[in-house]
T-cell receptor, first 112, second 113 residues
């Protein structure tokens, strides 16, 4: 158990819809990272937050947004969903940028 | 921009042989280099890491070496076992300024029994 909790584990929805993925970081970790992993692909970095503020941005689509709340949990919002958005979305947390990242079990998103 | 190149993309070895995966980073300010193992359908997990003030680190059958001059680091797995079969990701991190944490593209390791 990494200490990082992601909900839901699975999500099935239709094109055009909007979903919210939730992540609770490991106790004491201030940084939260979001990644997208399509089938047999690598980890595509989406966005990083540190103590409530956006710290770094990767190849995140304009249809996607995220935030980190005062209690340090984070949400990733995906809107106007397309078939290509089907993937495993991981959240990870770390104490700082030069520390190990601890990954959650991921949310598997399927767009029908 | 900054990136981390990882080679090879796939690697097959006989059980008991050694496996080596190499990564090259572009930003000389990188100072932290972790390696993650991802088994099929599971989350990536840290297996070993090294910081820029160290040239080599070992943990049982796995070791990591760092060459700051050449800006590359490698993962070495000795006496490979079938349970070592997984995808391995390297990463390079910068702890100041841009605070970037960049992953390599992954290496799929198959250990043949």
């Amino acid at each position: 158990d990494s200490g990082v909790t992601q909900t839901p584990k699975h999500l099935i929805t239709a094109t055009g819809q909007r979903v919210t993925l939730r992540c609770s970081p490991r106790s004491g970790d201030l940084s939260v990272y979001w990644y997208q992993q399509s089938l047999d692909q690598g980890l595509q970095f989406l966005i990083q937050y540190y103590n409530g503020e956006e710290r770094a941005k990767g190849n995140i689509l304009e249809r996607f947004s995220a935030q980190q709340f005062p209690d340090l949990h984070s949400e990733l919002n995906l809107s106007s969903l397309e078939l290509g958005d089907s993937a495993l979305y991981f959240c990870a947390s770390s104490l700082a940028s030069n520390q190990p990242q601890h990954f959650g079990d991921g949310t598997r998103l399927s767009i029908l | 921009g900054e990136n981390v190149e990882q080679h090879p993309s796939t690697l097959s070895v006989q059980e008991g042989d050694s496996a080596v995966i190499k990564c090259t980073y572009s930003d000389s300010a990188s100072n932290y280099f972790p390696w993650y193992k991802q088994e099929l359908g599971k989350r990536p997990q840290l297996i070993i890491d090294i910081r820029s003030n160290v040239g080599e680190k070992k943990d049982q059958r796995i070791a990591v070496t760092l060459n700051k001059t050449a800006k590359h680091f490698s993962l070495h797995i000795t006496e490979t076992q079938p349970e070592d079969s997984a995808v391995y990701f390297c990463a390079a991190s910068i702890s100041s300024g841009t605070y970037k944490y960049i992953f390599g593209t992954g290496t799929r390791l198959k250990v043949l029994a």
